[in-house]
């Protein structure tokens, strides 16, 4: 893929995902059609939950599930960003850390600038600490959310592929071992609307530059942008990682 080419595929998926990325690199893995693909040898389990070792420099084992899905291709539920609860509107109102009022933004948790804080409230957290990971909640605390730097690991040490996986779109992350996750495109929630055909899976970091957006892994059909932020409030989908014991 030409520069061309890649710079229109950002600004188009940036457009998309309404996000703001500050990161100096924005790679592209591609996004090549598929057709029900299999899933490869899962590898294990921790706590009755399914992992794959896809081979990562790290170490790291990403589990074939979203959290409350029973199989790779079910949606699962949908969280806001340090919230352990799905719900019914995914809005500032009813967000569990901050609030926005006044055209301002009032956070009192995971907050790095007065300017976005409750009072002037600063706390310079950037990980959310255990009691607010989603994961460690229903999984148990051998698993977690993966961090942005996890994320990145995964996308350069996999192929990723649009695909379909028993008639459900999704990313493919397939590793030099032959082994893969997929990942469906489960949308996301904002306030009470839905938005499908494209993929938003939270990491645990928060975006310092503007605290009330937290990073993630975002896909569509076109391609996948590792560095998207989103708004905490947003419901999206969780993917757990853990490490060999």
């Known amino acids: 893929m030409n520069k061309l080419i890649k710079s229109i595929a950002a600004i188009t998926l940036m457009l998309v995902f309404e996000v703001g990325c500050t990161k100096p690199y924005e790679p592209n893995n591609g996004g090549n059609e598929g057709e029900n693909d299999s899933i490869a040898d899962n590898g294990g ?9 896809l081979g990562l420099p790290s170490g790291t084992l990403w589990a074939t599930c979203n959290i409350g899905a029973d199989t790779p291709e079910d ?15 995914y809005d500032w109102k009813s967000y569990k850390y901050g609030r926005f009022l006044n055209e301002r933004y009032e956070l009192n948790k995971y907050c790095t600038d007065s300017v976005y804080g409750l009072d002037g409230f600063v706390d310079n957290l950037t990980i959310l600490e ?25 996308f350069l040490n996999t192929t990723g ?25 489960a ?20 975006n310092p530059l503007y605290p009330n957006r937290a990073w993630g892994f975002h896909f569509n059909s ?4 590792l560095c998207g932020s989103s708004d905490r409030n947003r419901g999206q989908t969780v993917r757990a990682v853990c490490c060999r014991q």
């Not at 076109?222 to 942008?225: A, K, S, V, Y």
Request: with cysteine.
């Open 45 to 53: 389990s921790l706590n009755g939950h399914e992992f794959v070792d």
């Open 222 to 225: 076109f391609q996948c942008h």
């Open 130 to 154: 255990p009691v607010d990971d989603v994961v460690r909640i229903y999984w148990g605390a051998d698993w977690r959310m993966p961090t942005i730097e996890e994320w990145e690991e995964l």
């Open 161 to 185: 592929t649009w695909t379909t996986q028993n008639d459900v779109n999704g990313w493919r992350c397939t590793a030099s071992n032959g082994k893969s996750i997929f990942l469906p495109a």
């Open 187 to 206: 949308g996301y929630w904002w306030g009470d609307a839905f938005n499908a055909n494209l993929g938003l899976y939270w990491s645990c970091t928060l």
């Open 75 to 89: 949606y699962g539920d949908y969280f806001a960003w340090g919230e352990t609860e799905p719900k019914e509107i």
